[in-house]
Nanobody, 120 residues
Framework: QVQLVESGGGLVQPGGSLRLSCAAS????????MGWYRQAPGKERELVAH???????NYGDSVKGRFTISRDNAKNTVYLQMNSLKPEDTARYYC??????????????WGQGTQVTVSS
């Protein structure tokens, strides 16, 4: 079993910053890509940012230049630094990881999500 646990969400004013963390634990052989997705009420889940095992990143258009994804492979942790937050960034943010639990088997895992609310 693999668990992903997010932290760092909360209430922030427009223009503020937050840093999300997601730690993976359990039966982990290796982790390939890790990413952050978000879902606002009434909307579909969308990609926020993704980082490969080698450090290649890509971002959703709405967050480019404001958010930065990074990872610490030694800690099996991915981070999302969010700056210049806007009310439209309000959503539940989910961590995702492609985890290889054995040399032969890999699967996609999700965290439970952390709420980010941007409001004055």
């Amino acid at each position: 079993q693999v668990q992903l646990v997010e932290s760092g969400g909360g209430l922030v004013q427009p223009g503020g910053s937050l840093r999300l963390s997601c730690a993976a634990s359990g039966s982990i052989f290796s982790i390939n890509g890790m990413g952050w997705y978000r879902q606002a009420p009434g909307k579909e889940r969308e990609l926020v940012a993704h980082i490969s095992s080698g450090g290649t990143t890509n971002y959703g258009d709405s967050v480019k230049g404001r958010f930065t994804i990074s990872r610490d492979n030694a800690k099996n942790t991915v981070y999302l630094q969010m700056n210049s937050l806007k009310p439209e960034d309000t959503a539940r943010y989910y961590c995702n990881a492609a985890v290889r639990t054995t040399i032969l088997f890999a699967d996609n895992y999700w965290g439970q999500g952390t709420q980010v609310t941007v409001s004055s």
